[in-house]
């Protein structure tokens, strides 16, 4: 079931998220709703409180349009190592209609479960390596914005109020 997705200024996206302890049905079909409301958005990726669900849980797709899907679900994500730097333009379906430069590491290393709770380890770089540090920060109730400069923060934030009036009154 595609999910509807909250979007900034949600105080909600702003909260962390909790382990998940039990690999349930439950769990299994958020992940699903989560993977449906990703590909139909369309997104890269998307993190549980992105839809209102506060457990820590990411699915990611970084497949290119004409490469088979490759959907990666990760339950109770960890970053344990990462190096390199990397600052390419981000956007976020949580923060539609802007995109901005942060700087992330080139390489992590990911560890966690799979649905069927075993452990996994994701070497990941490049985009992939991106969508891990940006989906595991929506875990922690961070915006990719929230790594931007202050004075680019001022004028988003001024752009998207403009933004959402205009769409308002539309
Ligand atoms: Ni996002």
Redesign the pocket.
Same mark, same amino acid.
């Given at each position: 079931m595609i999910r509807p997705i909250l979007t900034y200024p949600d105080p909600e996206l702003k909260k962390k998220s909790a382990p998940v302890t039990v690999i349930n049905e439950k769990v299994r079909e958020l992940a699903r709703d989560m993977a449906e409301t990703m590909y139909a958005a369309p997104?890269v990726?998307?993190?549980a409180p992105?839809i209102g669900a506060h457990q820590r849980i990411i699915v990611i797709d970084v497949a290119g349009q004409d490469e088979p899907p490759a959907l990666i679900t990760a339950i109770n994500p960890v970053i344990i190592h990462a190096d390199g730097d990397a600052y390419e333009e981000?956007?976020? *379906?949580?923060?539609p209609k802007y995109a901005a430069n942060v700087r992330r590491h080139a390489r992590v290393v990911v560890k966690g479960l799979n649905l069927d709770g075993e452990e996994v380890t994701w070497r990941a770089d490049n985009l992939l390596a991106i969508a891990f540090q940006?989906?595991i920060?929506?875990l922690d109730g961070i *915006?990719?914005i929230d790594h931007i400069s202050q004075l680019k923060r001022d004028i988003f934030r001024r752009k998207y109020r403009r933004n959402q009036e205009q769409e308002s009154t539309d």
């Open positions: 997104g990726g998307l993190a992105q981000e956007g976020c *379906l949580s923060v940006h989906e920060d929506h *915006l990719f």
